[in-house]
């Protein structure tokens, strides 16, 4: 399994970024998928999620982003996406994609610490809000 994150960098409040994960080494349609996040000093935290295939579809935010942010994928390309509008200085974090440890596993925990041993992570962009 293999998860490449890209595409944060640094922005002004109210600004927008894409974040991409490419995905190689499993089924990615079969797979749920979803991205996390870490700010400085904080819990590492789900943002957002990608239900796919066994389970149902559909997808699932933090409340924090809801409106905000929204996940999606490209069955072609093996890549799930996170467009951020309206970006917030507390948006300011390492963002992480994850894939599930199994088909059809969906109950994805809130917090659980970043690249730690719940399912497979990517490697992990920076994301900055800042004036």
């Known amino acids: 399994v293999q998860l490449v994150a890209s595409g944060g960098g640094r922005v002004q409040p109210g600004g927008s970024l894409r974040l991409s994960c490419a995905a190689s080494?499993?089924?990615?349609?079969?797979?749920?998928m979803a991205w996390y996040r870490q700010a400085p000093g904080k819990e590492c935290e789900l943002v957002a999620s990608?239900?796919?295939?066994?389970?149902?579809?559909?997808?699932r935010y933090a409340d924090s982003v809801k409106g905000r942010f929204n996940i999606s994928r490209d069955h072609a390309k093996n890549t799930v996406y996170l467009q951020m509008t309206s970006l917030k200085p507390e948006d300011t974090a390492v963002y992480y994609c994850?894939?599930?440890?199994?088909?059809?596993?969906?109950?994805?925990?809130?917090?659980?610490?970043?690249?730690?041993?719940?399912?497979?992570w990517g490697q992990g962009t920076q994301v900055t809000v800042s004036s």
């Open positions: 080494g499993f089924t990615f349609s079969n797979y749920h």
């Open positions: 994850l894939r599930p440890p199994s088909v059809g596993f969906y109950d994805l925990p809130a917090n659980t610490p970043c690249r730690g041993g719940f399912g497979s």
């Open positions: 990608n239900i796919y295939g066994y389970g149902g579809v559909g997808t």
